[in-house]
Each structure stands twice: as C-alpha cells, then as structure tokens.
C-alpha cells in the first residue's frame, strides 16, 4: 500500500477522540434537516431532509463501529503480520480464487483472533455510555448503560431510583461475564489454528495487483471519512455561536466568541488541575500496580496457584461494564466510613480499577520477553533486590511502562462513563464540562472544549509514541 506509514498513523487518530466528541461531531454531520453532509447530498437527489439520520439505533452502531476500528486494528493487524502466505500461494497453484482462498484458508486461519476481537468489542460496545447517551436520548433508543445513568441522575424534581439502577447493572455484568468467559474460551483455543512453525514460516508482504487502486481509494475515503471530516465538523462548528452550514457565506461569520467564553470561564483552572491530576495519577499508579502485578505473576517467589490467582483477580475487572463499576464505587464509598466521595480521589480509583486489567496484560506480556538470567546475574554480583529492580529490570521495562502509561492516560482523560457516576461540583473535569455543556445546549462551548481534548490528546499520543521508540531503540 502506498504510503501506509503515514496511513496507519492517520487510522490512530480517532483513539484520541473522546467518544462523545465523536459523536458529537457526527450529529454536525448527519443530522437529518442540519447535517453538513445531507445538505451536500440533498440537491443531487432533490431531497428536503435525510438522507441519512444519525439519530437512530443503525446511526448508533455505525458511530460506535468506526470508533472502534483503531483499536481493532491493532489487535487484529499483529495476526496478518504474522500469518504464513505458504498455504495461500499453495492455494493459487491450485488454480484457486482470491476470493476462495480468503474463505476457505485466510478466514479459518484468522478465526480465533477475529472472534476474540468480536467478543472483546462486543463488551466495549456494551459498557460505552457516551455515544447512545448524545445519540440514543434525540433517538429514543435506550440501553442499559443510559438506564443506569438516568436511574440515578432523574429529571428534576424526581429521586434516584438505586434499585433500577442496582438490577440494571447485575444484568450488565451477566451478559459482559458471559461474553468474556467465551472470549477467553476462544483465545486459549487458539493454538489449534497455529501454522507458524520453525522451518516453514516465511512471512512476506503480498502484492496488491489491480486491487491496490480500489484498495488506496477505499482507505483514504474510509481517513477523510472518519477522521477528517468528523474534526473539521467540530472545528467549524466551535467558531459559529449558531448553527451555519458549510459554505463561503459562513466563512464571514466565522468567530472566536465561543473560544474567548471558554477560555473565561471561572471554573476552568478547577477542571484542567482536576483533568491533569486524575490523568497522571491514575496513569502513575495503574502502571504501577500493573508493574508489581507483572512481576508477582512472572517473577514472584510464590506458588503456581497463587499466581494464577493474583493474575484472574488483575483481569476481572475487565468484565465490569465502566457505568457498573461508577456505580458500585459510588455505593460503596457513600456508605464506606472514608471521606473520599465527592472528590478527585474517587475518580482516580475508578480510573485504576477500569484500567488495571490492561496494564497488568500488557506488564506480563513485557516481562516475559525479559530472561531471568540477567535478575540472577545482578544478584549473584551482590546487588539488592531492588537495586536489582532499579537498575537491570525497570530500564529494560521502560518503553512498555511509557506505553502502557500513555495509553492508561489517553483513555482515563477521555473517560465518561465511569467519571460521570461519580463526579461532584468540586470535581468536574473536561469530559464531565463537554458531556454538561452539550446538555444544555450549549453546541458551540462544547466544540471548542472537544476541539482542545482532541489536539492536546493528540500531542500526548503522538509524543508518547515518539519517546517509546527512541527508548526503546536505545534499549
């Protein structure tokens, strides 16, 4: 594929986009009477509204889909890098297909990855609260995760209903524990389909033919698409007070009012001290725990069965939809004899148990690749343990603890699911501001805060990623 360097970096771009943001970007887009995609389209077909409606539940899922796909993409792209072209090209001496090679030797092949990703992605989409609660609440579509919320945040007026909510997460939590359990049946399957072996295994690039025209196409339509036009959409948007459709017209009323409203605001300095410390925080102590995770799992001097303890324990909180552990935390610590609800504390521990089961994966998964041998080494030299954990084992850990930060940072700034169960006056933060401001109608302030999450989310992806690499060439 020409260019698939840069490609790829453009395809990571919507990670760094809150979920809301995105959807928000897309009712810009395609709302029925004002969307700027529709008012392009409609003069072709002499159409007075539509032809595409964002808020319905196929709008909800086409949202949630394309959100989802840089992540996809990495679980899933690893399988291909991998994959031996032997059996396709035997394949092809067949006589056979391209169309019947991928159906009967590349789709069989790809099986376990390509459903675990399905599950897994199954129960992301389950727990997310931010794109059916911008897009369900105009649709009236309800799901359970918006239940929750409305449970126990009624209208005006109306108590909090805990018992509702209380049942509606017990039925969250079933149907994600039973996706997981078939998740994690799919993957320890999985070597079964194994065809890398040691003399047989030449991975090399395939050549795209007469397909890589419709193939280049297809990819940067898909990059226009889903992360150009949605950021354009919320920039154009956050310089308008009012609604304006795309045009030159437009361009002249073109204001930084919403800006200078934002920037003005007296709570601001509250919640970016509150967003940067709940980030680096949670960030710092995930790794950290995960860290020490890694190391009992790997390296601990403990039992088997122990271990594989301490590493269940570390993973189930994957199972738990985000609105149920928001609920839960919030439960527990309203009656827990501990003064931590109601402020950022509270936040920061949600953010760590969501994100534990992650960071704890990928701090075994990089402890692995480290020999004992060299630990041994330093303490058959005479150096402490943790002389030996400073100055052998956690350089060597680095670029996975900078990674795994980056991306525990990423995802806790952007978080709303949990942080909106659990917030208070005193500890909004930006995507509580953004969800708020959107609810009350103010489009324009919510844009221009989406706009600022978006590129100082960005720098911290892309520097984070820069310095991985450079440490990790270094190392």
């Known amino acids: 594929m020409p260019g698939k360097t840069v490609i790829y970096g453009l395809i990571m771009i919507p990670m ?26 409609r003069p072709l077909f002499g159409l007075e509204t539509g032809p595409f409606s964002i808020y319905t539940l196929g709008g ?9 796909v840089p992540t996809a993409l990495l679980m899933i792209a690893a399988t291909f890098a991998t994959m031996d072209p032997t059996l396709e090209e035997q394949s092809a001496l067949c006589g056979k297909g391209m169309m019947t090679t991928i159906r009967r030797i590349s789709l069989p092949i790809l099986k376990p990855s390509l459903l675990a990703a399905i599950i897994y992605f199954a129960v992301v989409a389950m727990e997310t609260f931010e794109i059916p609660a911008t897009l369900g609440l105009t649709a009236r579509t309800p799901v359970l995760a918006t239940q929750i919320y409305w449970a126990t945040h009624p209208a005006s007026g109306k108590l909090p209903d805990y018992g509702v909510a209380s049942a509606l997460g017990v039925i969250l939590l079933v149907f994600a524990l039973v996706l997981i359990s078939i998740y994690q049946r799919s993957t320890r399957n999985a070597e079964k389909y194994t ?25 940067w339509l898909f990059i226009i698409l889903t992360v150009f036009a949605p950021f354009l959409t919320l920039l154009w948007t956050s310089l308008h007070e009012f609604y304006v459709p795309f045009s030159w017209t437009g361009l002249q009323s073109v204001s930084a009012n919403a800006y200078r409203a934002v920037l003005q605001r007296p709570d601001l300095p509250m919640v970016a001290w509150n967003t940067v410390l709940m980030t680096v925080a949670s960030g710092m102590l995930t790794v950290l725990m995960a860290t020490l995770i890694g190391w009992i799992v790997v390296r601990g001097p403990f039992s088997r069965r122990t271990r594989q303890l301490v590493d269940a324990v570390s993973f189930i909180p994957q199972a738990v939809p985000a609105v149920v552990i928001g609920l839960s935390l919030m439960f527990l610590y309203i009656r827990f004899p501990l003064p931590i609800y109601g402020t950022i ?31 041994e080494a330093s303490l058959i030299s005479g150096a402490s343990w943790s002389r030996t954990m400073r100055k052998v084992l956690m350089p060597l850990l680095t670029p996975a603890i900078l990674n795994c930060f980056i991306w525990i940072a990423v995802h806790a700034m952007r978080e709303l699911s949990i942080v909106i169960m659990l917030y208070s006056p ?18 324009a302030e919510a844009s221009v805060l989406g706009v600022f999450m978006i590129v100082l989310l960005g720098l911290l992806f892309f520097g984070g990623q820069v310095l991985v690499r450079r440490l990790t060439g270094t190392r």
């Open 16 to 41: 760094a986009i809150p979920n809301m943001i995105y959807a928000i970007s897309w009712t810009q887009l395609m709302d029925s009477k004002i969307g700027m995609l529709n008012q392009l389209i």
């Open 60 to 68: 909800m899922i086409f949202v949630q889909g394309i959100h989802m």
């Open 195 to 219: 065809t890398i072996t040691g003399k047989a295994y030449r991975p090399k690039q395939l050549e795209l033919g007469k397909w890589k025209p419709a193939a280049f196409i297809f990819v």
């Open 345 to 375: 504390v509270i936040l920061i521990i949600g953010m760590i148990t969501k994100y534990l089961a992650f960071g704890s994966r990928t701090m075994i998964s990089a402890q692995l690749q480290i020999s004992k041998e060299l630990e």
């Open 426 to 443: 005193k500890t909004l933060v930006l995507s509580t501001t953004v969800w708020n401001l959107w609810e009350g109608g103010w489009t």
